[in-house]
Structure formats: structure tokens, C-alpha cells
């Protein structure tokens, strides 16, 4: 089922998961509408109680432990990375992006979306290709926290967007459903504590012989 308004507020009233982002942008989307994109991915995935630091991709020559620090400077953030390319010349239309994602370890880091694509079925339902962009990159990131390529039926994660629910813009057609957002948050939390109780690696004495311990 779709997350109604009472349980919108709900998630809204949950203890903020936090979330770095690095986005590059080889397509060079224009400012504007690559600033309206990350205001729409943002909403989204703050509705779900997820709180996103967008990083430029272009400034990834900084020292990571800046980027990924909560402001107390005690723990590391998860990331993951969103490419915004454009989709190959040979290839037929096809999705607006795609996200690799290891189904047997349930988790995934890198998302791609293609911005001719977006643009195109902006184009053709008359509509503004940032906001579709937007819609494009929260959905990729939700299937990287999800670890899963399914789709749903309704809502955000479905599988096909058709140019008549771009243009009636319908906000139940691009809201989150209740499970998807349990299932984002529990992929977000379990990433962190990943983060927090990091893989220790233990060399013998044994010559040519390692062992890895978590």
C-alpha cells in the first residue's frame, strides 16, 4: 500500500538516517534543472527519513573523512554514487537508469541515469525534465538501499512510467510505499553499522599466509 499522509508524518518524525551521495554529472545538466533534480530526490527520500549530503562528483579530489563525517565527527557516513550520463548512441530507448545491484548480498553502491532519456519523456509529456531527473535518481537509490531490482505495482517503484502520469502528476504516483521505506531504512541502518565495527585484518606468522577477521 502507498504510505498515507498520517504515516508520511510518522516517518518524518523518525530518527534521521543520514546518507552521502556523490553525484556525477558527465551530461552537463543544465544548473538549473540539476538543482531542481536534488531538490525533488531530496524531498523524496527525506520523506522516508533519510537525510542525503549531495556531493559534487567533480570534488571527489578532497579528502574523503571531510565528506564523510556527521558533524560530531564520531562516525563515517554510507555512500553511494549516482552517475548522470547519456545513454549510448547504439543502444535502443529503453529505462531511464539502472542500478547494479548484488541480489545475494542484498546491497548495490552504483546507480546510473540517463539525462537524453529523461529529457526525451519530459519532452514528449510536456513537462520539466529537473523534477523527472529527480524522480529518476531517488528511485535508483532506493533500489541501491533495497537491494533489489523488483519492482512495485504503484507508487515511485514501479517499473513503468507512462507519459500520461507525467503529465496528471498525481503525488501518489511518486510517493514511496510504507515498505519500501522500512526496507530503505533497514539497508541504510545495517550499511552504518557495517561502518561502525569495520573488518580487522590479522597477519600470522606463517610465511605467505593472511587471515581476515570480522
Wanted: glycine share 8%; charged share 25%.
Amino acid at each position: 500500500m502507498l504510505l498515507s499522509q498520517p504515516c508520511r508524518m510518522l516517518a518524518s518524525s523518525l530518527v534521521a538516517l543520514s546518507l552521502v551521495v556523490h553525484v556525477y554529472d558527465s551530461a552537463r545538466v543544465p544548473p538549473t534543472e540539476r538543482a531542481a533534480a536534488l531538490a525533488v530526490a531530496h524531498a523524496i527520500l527525506k520523506d522516508a527519513g533519510i537525510v542525503v549530503e549531495w556531493r559534487d562528483g567533480s570534488g571527489c579530489d578532497q579528502p574523503v573523512e571531510r565528506d564523510v563525517r556527521l558533524p560530531n565527527g564520531q562516525h563515517a557516513l554510507p555512500e553511494l554514487i549516482v552517475r548522470i550520463v547519456v545513454s549510448p548512441a547504439e543502444s535502443l530507448p529503453g529505462p531511464l537508469g539502472f542500478s547494479l545491484v548484488d541480489v545475494r548480498l542484498g546491497s548495490g553502491t552504483l546507480a546510473t541515469v540517463f539525462a537524453d532519456r529523461v529529457k526525451g519523456l519530459a519532452r514528449v509529456a510536456g513537462t520539466d525534465p529537473g523534477p523527472l531527473l529527480g524522480r529518476a535518481m531517488a528511485h535508483e537509490v532506493a533500489h541501491l538501499l533495497l537491494g533489489t531490482t523488483r519492482h512495485a505495482d504503484r507508487g515511485l517503484m514501479r517499473g513503468t512510467w507512462t507519459t500520461g502520469e507525467l503529465r496528471r502528476d498525481s503525488r501518489r504516483d511518486w510517493m514511496l510505499r510504507s515498505d519500501d521505506i522500512e526496507g530503505m531504512r533497514r539497508g541504510l541502518a545495517a550499511r552504518a553499522h557495517r561502518l561502525e565495527t569495520p573488518t580487522a585484518v590479522m597477519a600470522r606468522q606463517d610465511p605467505d599466509i593472511s587471515t581476515g577477521q570480522q
